[in-house]
Antibody, heavy 118, light 112 residues
């Protein structure tokens, strides 16, 4: 079955940076768009970013534009989220997901927790 | 951005009884190809989200047939015909027709 494993979360100070990774397996990674979705503690889900199959098209929610960058390495079956200028409100569990079609996500990783605090 | 509004936000249900969750979008979710990209996700306590329904009414493989989705335009519904203990969790609708994708606030289903 499809596997998505996130890593890279942790505690960072406001204004700091962090790079999340998502290792994909058991499917042909290069054929799928990929997504990042986050969930603040005790809160609902928020879509963060999408990237197309070759990495040339990216989409972001307004609140992270200019601060976060989504990228991928199809040779390594890996998805990344570079997060700069982090804010307290970026504190969340970050999930990577696989859209199997436009406008949806069929598989989700287990998530990695990012805590932004001084 | 398209606002997704779910109701109720809390839904206590008796085992074996039906349950229904409403999701309304601030804009029509119908695309030029005629499809509406409305999804339903279940998030059990301590787990990642799991997709139940895509394109309004298509049930994912392995999802019990007691779950069904319906609706059109801006009004959508998730129904559970007979609630079981394993259905406890939070249910989210999500639209993927318009950028950015947006989720409803979530409906917490619990057993009375």
């Amino acid at each position: 079955e499809v596997q998505l494993v996130e890593s890279g979360g942790g505690l960072v100070q406001p204004g700091g940076s962090l790079r999340l990774s998502c290792e994909a397996s058991k499917f042909t990674f290069s054929r799928y768009w990929m997504s990042w979705v986050r969930q603040a503690p005790g809160m609902g889900l928020e879509w963060v970013a999408n990237i197309n199959t070759d990495g040339r098209e990216t989409y972001y929610v307004d609140s992270v534009k200019g601060r976060f960058t989504v990228s991928r390495d199809n040779a390594k079956n890996a998805l990344y989220l570079q997060m700069n200028s982090l804010r307290v409100e970026d504190t969340a569990v970050y999930y990577c997901g696989r859209p199997d079609a436009p406008g949806t996500v069929d598989y989700w990783g287990q998530g990695t927790l990012v805590t932004v605090s001084s | 951005d398209v606002v997704m509004t779910q109701s109720p936000l809390s839904l206590p249900v008796t085992l074996g009884q039906p349950a229904s969750i409403s999701c309304r979008s601030s804009e029509s979710l119908v695309r030029s190809d005629g499809n509406s990209l409305l999804n339903w996700f279940q998030q059990r306590p301590g787990q990642s989200p799991r997709r139940l329904i895509y394109k309004v009414s298509n049930r994912d493989s392995g999802v019990p047939d007691r779950f069904s989705g319906s609706g059109s335009g801006t009004d959508f519904t998730l129904k559970i015909s007979r609630v079981e203990a394993e259905d406890v969790g939070v249910y989210y609708c999500m639209q993927g027709t318009h950028w950015p994708w947006t989720f409803g606030q979530g409906t917490k289903v619990e057993i009375k």
